[in-house]
């Protein structure tokens, strides 16, 4: 950042996050109170169960491991002027791929094999956002469409092997492949879900963090997003950039899904995401791309995911009013960069 | 001063702005601006690049509000908080880019720019009134014809007639004549002239001394945020307002008169066709020779190819037929990113949209010119210090002033933002400069420096193509004008042996007929 002004920018982007996340609980509390509910007895059960006990902790970080990811899946692509809604897709095909190697790829020490697997589900994401890409990079289809549409794709495909060829023999009641053979050597904190996936959720924060602010790649990639005319005038290769933010946005989106895959469910099945890919768009919407905004909006959400299971017991809510919450958040959301642009 | 301070009660007084303050961060925009409007009279505004001429016109105008100060508006203090509360004040601003829809018509953009306009109206009554308006001011505008067939001129003149049909009595113009070739300047001019005897109020924003002592009844100075000085444009001179801008005398343009034969060829286009896209002429069998230390001009009524020449060089438009060499290579299927590597520096028509990134500071803008030599360790560190120094050396080399490097790029004034483009353009290692209307905008001391900028560079032997409508600066600097008309190339000349006349006739395509 060369801008003189970076304290006063600092100070504005904190003043928005935490504006947005006083309009969230907001939204959530009359949310809440019109279902018939005390919300203030909400926030509390939802403080008490999740924040202030370690075992809740650890569940609300064991949510916000994708989260991360696929906030930055979409991110990156935001950088760079596109519009990634397919982190879903992404994370589906990272699962996928990352199934495949561990399943068929053999005589490794266990180490190496776990790395082939994690990079695996890196390719699986970083193809099914290279398609959205190529195709925006010709200028033949918008990347928003295209991801979109591969969003139904990818649970497709994943059925397909689930439900036929990769289906475990023995619980054949369920769709669901037998248990991965590396879930065994996955880094977990012991006594805890907590797993490897939240520091690479973080690692990769970090260098997202410093590439996009500090380094000449960073700087290409937001010239490309903010002038695209001006990049292909300055010789920058306009077509390419747009293609490696897509593979690069979908390679960490299909790193959230073979994590999720090997740390917390052990096999592959048709439940692996709870929307975490969707989630992620919205993390990456109300921090505007900031990587301060992502670390605090993947946690608030991540919390919000998890009272779910606190509200269904405590409050005897649906499961379900928390996709309903999310939904409003994203009419909020979505309504910001309009008043943005008023303001200029 | 003081007499105008009297006039600032009096019924001829339609706006009178007192001790406007207006503070950018870093930056003193407007420092205790005064300021009257007569009725009845054309005011220009003239000034240096970011004197802050823009600024209080937008401030009259409510998009910013001053920190101090005061504005009355018939004597009566008001306070504009918005377009729409200056509008409501019969004020009217015509902009540099223009808000009309181009698939509609004249009548129908008009049409959506009135307030009370009922929920059903008579397409016929409205084009009726719009014929009506049109001849009393001299618009000569057609209400049927759709937007997108207008010139810029016409463009311009329904953003006039929205205005006037929506009351507006005091007109504002900030650098209309900047996008305007001369005879549409003439037609502007002719227009304010009616709307003057009609008792409307103008203000306009002028780089073109001659402009603002050809048509102004009184011109206000500013320099440095402050205003140096009103005076009736009868009692002025170019000399006298250039002291007023600049408190100097400039420094002539020197160019030396063929002392070197012109090198080997550096850019050569054979034959070139491109295809046409949209309404835009397509370049039609161009054939063109840029030698090493040689200026080459492009005359020619903008609309009529420059752009489409400008992207052909660049690598940005496809040639369909023909060849180009750079450098001896034949670079006809190179990409931009090749040219521009190997040496070709660009200087387009609109900054903003085409040569920099608004959201970055003029800094990082200014490393975009090569990241990789401003950059360590495979890209992952860049090299601010060297950047840094870099941009300070470009500004002093064509001496200028540099610009802060802290500012947001969308934030900079016209002028500075094409100062800035064209450091940077210039500070990189180049054999061929393309520069289109390299000077537009640009206040009299900075177009000078971009001129004798492109005389240095022909000096050390680089070509330099310079795309431009004004005839007397490409005569000027040249060797060579060729003059360009619907895509074609329809003559060639030497400044020396030129008969303007001719040039003019060339560019408005009344010498096609006869061949050449
Ligand atoms: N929104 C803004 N934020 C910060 N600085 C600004 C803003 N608008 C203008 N400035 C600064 O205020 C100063 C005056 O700018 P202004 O646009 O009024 O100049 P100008 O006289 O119109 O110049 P030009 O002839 O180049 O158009 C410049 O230094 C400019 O960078
Ligand atoms: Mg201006």
């Not at chain 2, 650098?175 to 502007?188: M, W």
Request: glycine share 10%; hydrophobic share 50%.
């Amino acid at each position: 950042m060369v801008l003189k002004s970076t304290s006063n920018r600092w100070v504005w982007i904190l003043f928005r996050l935490s504006l947005t996340v006083v309009l969230i609980l907001g939204v959530f509390g009359l949310f809440l109170w019109a279902l018939g509910k005390n919300p203030l007895k909400a926030f509390q059960d939802t403080l008490r169960l999740n924040l202030l006990n370690p075992r809740g902790l650890s569940e609300v970080v064991v949510r916000m491991s994708p989260l991360l990811l696929t906030a930055l899946g979409v991110a990156v692509p935001f950088r760079a002027g596109l519009i990634n809604v397919g982190a879903e897709g992404q994370f589906l095909m990272g699962a996928l791929l990352g199934t495949w190697a561990a399943f068929n790829i053999a005589g490794l020490p266990p180490a190496l094999h776990l790395v082939l697997v994690l990079l695996a589900g890196m390719v699986g994401g970083g193809l099914w956002g290279a398609v959205p890409g190529a195709l925006r990079a010709l200028g033949w289809v918008n990347e928003t469409i295209t991801t979109l549409l591969l969003n139904y794709l990818a649970p497709l495909i994943v059925g397909y092997f689930v439900f036929g060829p990769w289906r475990a023999p023995e619980l054949a009641m369920y769709p669901q492949t037998p248990e991965l053979p590396v879930v065994p050597y996955f880094p977990v904190l012991p006594g805890t879900r907590l797993h490897l996936g939240f520091f690479l959720g973080l690692f990769f924060l970090g260098l997202y963090a410093y590439m996009t602010g500090r380094s000449r790649w960073g700087l290409e990639l937001r010239a490309v997003g903010g002038n695209p005319e001006a990049a292909r005038r300055l010789g920058m290769p306009v077509e390419r950039w747009l293609l490696a933010a897509m593979v690069l946005g979908g390679a960490l989106a299909g790193l959230a899904g073979v994590a999720e895959v090997v740390a917390i469910h052990g096999r592959l099945k048709m439940a692996v995401s709870p929307g975490y890919g969707f989630m992620g768009f919205l993390v990456n919407w109300l921090a505007f791309a900031n990587p301060l905004g992502i670390l605090i909006m993947s946690f608030l959400l991540a919390i919000i995911a998890s009272s779910g299971f606190t509200l269904q017991i405590t409050q005897r809510l649906p499961y379900a009013a928390v996709n309903v919450l999310m939904a409003l958040i994203l009419f909020v959301v979505l309504a910001k960069p309009f008043r943005q642009g008023v303001r200029r | 001063m003081d007499e105008d301070r009297l006039t600032c009660e009096s019924d001829k007084t339609v706006v009178c702005l007192r001790g406007i303050t207006k503070r950018f961060p870093g930056v003193l925009a407007n420092d205790h601006v005064d300021f009257q409007l007569q009725s009845g009279e054309i005011h220009a505004l003239l000034g240096e690049n970011g004197a802050g001429k823009s600024t209080l016109v937008k401030i009259l105008y409510g998009f910013y509000h001053a920190d101090a100060g005061e504005i009355l508006v018939h004597g009566r203090p008001v306070h504009i908080r918005s377009p729409r509360d200056a509008r409501a004040l019969g004020l009217g601003m015509v902009f540099q880019g223009f808000t009309l829809i181009p698939a509609m018509t004249v009548a129908e953009n008009v049409a959506l720019f009135q307030a009370e306009l009922p929920r059903f109206f008579s397409p016929r009554e409205l084009e009726q009134s719009i014929r009506a308006a049109s001849d009393q001011y001299g618009l000569a505008l057609d209400p049927k014809a759709p937007v997108w067939q207008l010139s810029i001129g016409e463009q311009q003149r329904v953003e006039l007639l929205k205005l006037l049909l929506a009351g507006a009595r005091i007109l504002i113009f900030d650098e209309p004549t900047k996008v305007l070739v001369p005879h549409e300047v003439e037609a502007l001019f002719r227009v304010f002239e009616s709307l003057r005897a009609q008792g409307f109020s103008i203000i306009f924003i002028t780089h073109k001394l001659r402009e603002a002592l050809s048509c102004a009844d009184r011109i206000t100075v500013m320099r440095q945020g402050r205003v140096v000085g009103t005076l009736l444009a009868r009692a002025a001179t170019e000399e006298s307002l250039l002291h007023m801008m600049f408190g100097e005398k400039l420094p002539e343009i020197t160019r030396s008169p063929g002392s070197r034969a012109p090198g080997e060829v550096v850019l050569e286009l054979r034959d070139v066709c491109t295809r046409p896209v949209g309404t835009a002429p397509a370049l039609d069998h161009v054939n063109l020779k840029v030698r090493a230390g040689e200026i080459v001009g492009i005359a020619g009524v903008s609309g009529n190819g420059q752009r489409e020449l400008g992207d052909v060089v660049l690598g940005l438009l496809r040639i369909v037929r023909g060849k180009k060499f750079f450098l001896g290579q034949d670079a006809t299927s190179w990409s931009p990113r090749q040219l521009v590597r190997r040496g070709i520096a660009f200087v387009p028509e609109d900054p903003l949209s085409m040569a920099v990134v608004p959201g970055f500071s003029t800094l990082e803008n200014f490393a975009l010119m090569d990241l990789q030599a401003f950059s360590k360790f495979l890209g992952t560190v860049m090299n601010w210090g060297k950047v840094r120094t870099f941009f300070r050396e470009g500004f002093t080399k064509l001496g200028l002033s540099p610009l802060p490097e802290p500012v947001r790029a969308s934030t900079l004034s016209g002028g500075n933002l094409q100062r800035l483009t064209l450091v940077r353009e210039l500070s990189r290692p180049y054999h061929l400069v393309v520069g289109l209307y390299p000077t537009r905008g640009l206040d009299v001391r900075s177009a000078n420096a971009v001129r004798q900028a492109f005389l240095v560079a022909r000096e050390q032997g680089k070509g330099v193509l310079l795309i431009s409508e004004d005839l007397q600066e490409l005569f000027s600097l040249c060797d060579r004008v060729l003059v360009i008309f619907r895509g074609r190339i329809v003559g060639e000349f030497r400044p020396e042996e030129a008969d303007l006349t001719e040039v003019g006739r060339l560019m408005t395509g009344a010498g096609v007929l006869h061949g050449s």
